[in-house]
């Protein structure tokens, strides 16, 4: 186990600086002068070539590379060009909102797709299973953003259930927050069911194919207690993966619905960074994303390997 954990700690690491090389390219091929975006257009020369100086962006590329790699692995993004801010505090504090909505969405995501899964795995090839598939592949196809602004009109705007802005004021209780949450969580809801209903399914079929399932049916156990006792920690593998994998992909859909909703979350810091050519808050914000995907991706493989030893004694060699 010490060794597979090894393995992807370091296959972690290398992925994270390849993510750094990668956003440290693309935000240095974004147009525009750093110094004249942010004093405006109508600002001297002499002035925007001095803040560019104190910025450090007029430095050679490959001294702001290393400056930029060492800053990933340090978690010294440095301060905001913009508000002069430091880094860390707003992609943190942006972060602990997106995580909100994100853990909301996830809270009521999970039990309802794997519920969804084994249910439509158990009447394989009846209406109930071709209604979860249909639905699943429905829903999974629509964009974010699209089912927020459909639900922001239909339930905040037309029947008043919920809050045209998501943003709650402070002080506001764990209850209270959700009133201004819930119809943005749903809107990830919605968009990430189909997946992960569909992978437990197929899971669960299969395992309910195999000889260990029959064998304990053999044996006179109850379908219940067959896969209670087998099935599910057998079939739930791939679903732990695909669970993983969202999360990461879930905090690229939230920037769309948080625009949808204008919530201050992670998606609109990057957003509003973009726009006002912020390069330390992007750099920041798209490698935080990156570390939470690897976390969570490193989670599940210590899982799946926890719930199945071949895994981790395959992967270790």
């Not at 600086?17 to 956003?23: K, M, R």
């Not at 209604?131 to 602004?149: C, K």
């Not at 330390?280 to 798209?286: D, S």
Request: aromatic fraction near 10%; include cysteine; charged fraction near 15%.
């Amino acid at each position: 186990m010490r060794r597979f954990l090894l393995k992807r700690v370091a296959s972690a690491l290398i992925t994270l600086w390849l993510l750094a090389t990668i956003v440290f390219l693309i935000v240095n091929v974004l147009p525009g002068d750093v110094g004249r975006k942010i004093l405006g257009p109508f600002a001297p020369k002499e002035e925007v070539a001095a803040f560019n100086h104190r910025l450090g962006t007029d430095r050679p590329l490959l001294a702001q590379y290393f400056t930029s790699i060492r800053r990933v692995f340090t978690l010294d993004f440095g301060n905001s060009f913009q508000s002069g801010q430091d880094v860390k505090s707003i992609i943190f504090s942006a972060l602990f909102r997106s995580g909100k909505l994100a853990l909301l969405a996830f809270v009521i995501t999970i039990p309802i797709s794997i519920a969804a899964g084994i249910f439509a795995a158990r009447r394989q090839d009846k209406l109930a299973d071709r209604v979860v598939v249909n639905v699943g592949l429905a829903s999974s196809s629509i964009p974010e953003f699209v089912t927020a602004a459909v639900l922001l009109s239909i339930f905040c705007v037309h029947w008043k259930l919920g809050k045209v802005f998501a943003n709650p004021p402070p002080g506001t209780s764990v209850i209270g927050q959700l009133e201004y949450l819930l119809v943005p969580a749903m809107a990830m809801v919605i968009a990430y069911f189909g997946y992960i209903a569909r992978m437990t399914r197929a899971g669960v079929i299969g395992a309910l194919q195999s000889d260990y399932a029959r064998t304990a049916t053999m044996k006179g156990l109850s379908d219940n207690q067959v896969m209670r006792r087998h099935i599910l920690r057998n079939a739930l593998g791939p679903t732990i993966t695909v669970i993983s994998v969202q999360i990461g992909y879930l905090f690229g859909g939230i920037i769309g619905v948080e625009k949808v909703f204008n919530y201050a979350g992670l998606g609109s810091t990057m957003l509003t960074a973009v726009g006002a050519k912020d390069i330390p808050v992007l750099q920041g914000a798209v490698l935080l994303v990156g570390i939470v995907y690897m976390l969570s991706t490193l989670a599940a493989d210590l899982l799946i390997a926890y719930l199945n030893p071949r895994v981790r004694l395959e992967t270790a060699r």
